[in-house]
T-cell receptor, first 110, second 113 residues
Framework: GIQVEQSPPDLILQEGANSTLRCNFSDSVNNLQWFHQNPWGQLINLFY???GTKQNGRLSATTVATERYSLLYISSSQTTDSGVYFCAVARSSNTGKLIFGQGTTLQVKP | EAQVTQNPRYLITVTGKKLTVTCSQN?????MSWYRQDPGLGLRQIYYSMNVEVTDKGDVPEGYKVSRKEKRNFPLILESPSPNQTSLYFC????????????FGSGTRLTVV
């Protein structure tokens, strides 16, 4: 099956710093999403981005589908950005199953 | 507000006592699915449903049942819960099988003692 690898596994930042999270996937996909899991366990959808670039405030994401990777940029990080960031992909299939990476745990220190 | 609503958010129960976790979406989505999240194992699909009365097993269906009698509701049923079903559960929906992204519910943290 398709493999999803995220890097780095852990990241510690000072408030105000910028960061880039990476997601590599092993096969072509028709769905790629970035999620933030907050300390309460909720999965918040950040981007639906099977290809191209999107921006939402301090966050932006780029997916290069032909090279099978996606990047999530966090600028001017805040303590509320702490949590786990997941990349998840799905192939065109008859199950619609999302395959999640193992996540990047981000801690933003004040 | 477009959302997927799960209830309850937290539940502690005893082994063997039947329970239902409800999931409802207000977006008229055709596709719905249940996942469980466990440390070291990540998120795994339990069941999914393409539309009303159409359900199928995911990767870890043992010990669970689902039904899809109405488009908006997709309850997860544990007929005889066991401690290995202690987990964080998520319901998710999508407009259709291959269209747009998934919206996840807020999660249900289940403990079976």
């Amino acid at each position: 099956g398709i493999q999803v690898e995220q890097s780095p596994p852990d990241l510690i930042l000072q408030e105000g710093a910028n960061s880039t999270l990476r997601c590599n996937f092993s096969d072509s996909v028709n769905n790629l999403q970035w999620f933030h899991q907050n300390p309460w366990g909720q999965l918040i959808n950040l981007f639906y981005i099977p290809s191209g670039t999107k921006q939402n405030g301090r966050l932006s994401a780029t997916t290069v589908a032909t090279e099978r990777y996606s990047l999530l940029y966090i600028s001017s990080s805040q303590t509320t950005d702490s949590g786990v960031y997941f990349c998840a992909v799905a192939r065109s299939s008859n199950t619609g199953k999302l395959i999640f990476g193992q996540g990047t745990t981000l801690q933003v220190k004040p | 507000e477009a959302q997927v609503t799960q209830n309850p958010r937290y539940l502690i129960t005893v082994t063997g006592k039947k329970l239902t976790v409800t999931c409802s979406q207000n977006m008229n989505h055709e596709y719905m699915s249940w996942y469980r999240q466990d440390p070291g194992l990540g998120l795994r699909q339990i069941y999914y449903s393409m539309n009303v009365e159409v359900t199928d097993k995911g990767d870890v269906p043992e010990g669970y049942k689902v039904s899809r009698k109405e488009k908006r509701n997709f309850p997860l049923i544990l007929e005889s819960p066991s401690p290995n079903q202690t987990s964080l559960y998520f319901c998710a929906s999508r407009p259709s099988l291959d269209a747009y992204g998934y919206t996840f519910g807020s999660g249900t943290r289940l403990t079976v003692v």
